[in-house]
C-alpha cells in the first residue's frame, strides 16, 4: 500500500472548493500527506504548512512542482481542487506497482486516457515517464499525454471508477485566459507531432 501524497492544484476557490478538498482528505484519508499549489490565485490562500504559492503555471508545471515540494513517495494523487474525497482509497492500491490510475476513462479523437483532475501514480511510474509534460499550455491534452506515454512505456493504466472521489468540474481552465481555444490547438498539434498520431 506504502504512503502516499496528494499534489492539489489550485486557482482561486479556497473556500468552495480546496479548503473542502483539504478537509475531505483528512477525514477519510488521514495518513495522507497533502501539498496544495496555490497557483497564482487573485487573492491568495491563507498561510498553511501545505500551502505553497507560486506564479501561474501550466497545470503539468504546477503538478511537477508540487511533487518536487512533496519529495520521495510511493504514491502521489493528482487532484484538481473541484474535488471531493468521499472514502479511503489506500485499500484499493494494496496490490497495485508501476501504474497509473484513476476514476475517470474517457476517450479524445479515438485516443484513450485517465482524466487528469484525479490521477493516482505510483513513483516507479512517475521515475520512468519523467513527470508531466510541460509542453502544454494552460489545461487541456496533458492527461492524455501522460496516460499515451504510460502505455508507450509499458506502465499498466487502470481505470479505477469505484475510487472514492467526484468531480464537481468547475470548467475554470475555459476563462484562465482570454483565448483558451488557441492553446488547444496548441495543444493538440503538440500532442499529434509527439506521438505520430494519425488524424
Not at 484499493?92 to 506497482?97: E, K, M, N, P
Not at 475517470?104 to 493516482?120: H, N, T
Request: charged residues 20%; contains cysteine.
Amino acid at each position: 500500500m506504502g504512503k502516499f501524497v496528494a499534489l492539489i492544484i489550485g486557482i482561486d476557490g479556497w473556500e468552495k472548493y480546496t479548503l473542502p478538498l483539504i478537509e475531505s482528505l483528512r477525514t477519510y484519508q488521514p495518513d495522507c500527506e497533502i501539498v496544495v499549489i496555490d497557483n497564482g490565485s487573485s487573492t491568495p490562500y491563507p498561510s498553511m504548512d501545505c500551502v505553497h504559492r507560486t506564479d501561474r503555471l501550466c497545470y503539468s508545471a504546477a503538478i511537477n512542482t508540487a511533487k518536487k515540494i512533496a519529495g520521495n513517495s510511493d504514491w502521489y494523487v493528482v487532484l484538481s481542487n473541484d474535488v471531493l474525497c468521499t472514502g479511503q482509497f489506500s485499500d484499493h492500491f494494496t496490490d497495485l506497482f508501476d501504474v497509473v490510475a484513476g476514476p475517470c476513462l474517457k476517450e479524445v479523437q479515438g485516443v484513450p486516457y485517465i482524466e487528469g483532475w484525479c490521477v493516482f501514480i505510483h513513483q516507479v511510474a512517475w521515475d520512468v515517464l519523467g513527470g508531466w509534460d510541460e509542453n502544454y499550455q494552460v489545461s487541456s491534452w496533458e492527461d492524455v499525454d501522460l496516460t499515451t506515454s504510460a502505455i508507450k512505456s509499458g506502465i499498466d493504466v487502470a481505470h479505477m471508477s469505484a475510487l472514492p472521489f467526484v468531480h464537481l468540474d468547475q470548467r475554470q481552465r475555459f476563462t484562465l485566459i482570454d483565448n483558451y481555444w488557441a492553446s488547444e490547438d496548441h495543444n493538440v498539434r503538440y500532442f499529434i507531432e509527439k506521438h505520430r498520431v494519425k488524424q
